[in-house]
């Protein structure tokens, strides 16, 4: 385990599967990153990283939004998790233009990035949705699976065979 930059805790659990796997993926996707800079592959890694997570990334946060507008949530708390969301994806966008255009090495600023932020979302934000919507029954078995399929289908698969 400590071979991972970011090992998954259980702490980090929201208590419905599929949120959890989808959590794991992008963690995996830090890891990779993690692994290729150790390994001095970063070049290439890098923008198949910084696709896989805007791909990935805005599509588990659209399925997070979703359920949550479902299971009731509205005003500040809701209107500031999606905030959150939005404030990811302008900054993982930011450091793709940099490496792209700027051609500038973003790996570690990507890696420290991804770290923090990926722990405090999940421990804090993502937590404070958690038993509203188990309570909704949103982790029934029929709903992960279905979840499950439909981010399968909405993401390219190439970031599944690094
Ligand atoms: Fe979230």
């Known amino acids: 385990m400590d071979s991972v930059l970011f090992p998954w805790t259980e702490d980090l659990s929201v208590g419905i599967d599929e949120i959890d796997r989808q959590h794991r993926q992008l963690v995996d996707i830090l890891n990779h990153l993690f692994i290729a800079v150790v390994q001095r592959r970063s070049d290439q890694v890098v923008s198949e990283t910084l696709d896989a997570l805007l ?3 805005q599509n588990h946060f659209h399925l997070e939004e979703e359920l949550m507008r479902k299971a009731g949530f509205r005003g500040e708390s809701f209107d500031q998790h ?29 890696m420290s990035f991804l770290k923090h932020w990926l722990r405090e979302h999940i421990r804090v934000t993502d937590k404070a949705y958690a038993h509203t919507l188990q309570a909704a029954g949103f982790c029934t078995r029929q709903w992960e699976t279905e979840a499950r399929e439909k981010i399968e289908l909405q993401t390219r698969p190439w970031w599944k065979f690094w």
């Open 55 to 57: 791909d990935y990334a």
């Open 82 to 110: 999606v905030c959150a969301h939005h404030a990811f994806m302008a900054k993982v966008d930011g450091i793709a233009r940099k490496s792209l255009l700027e051609n500038k090495t973003v790996a570690f600023e990507l």
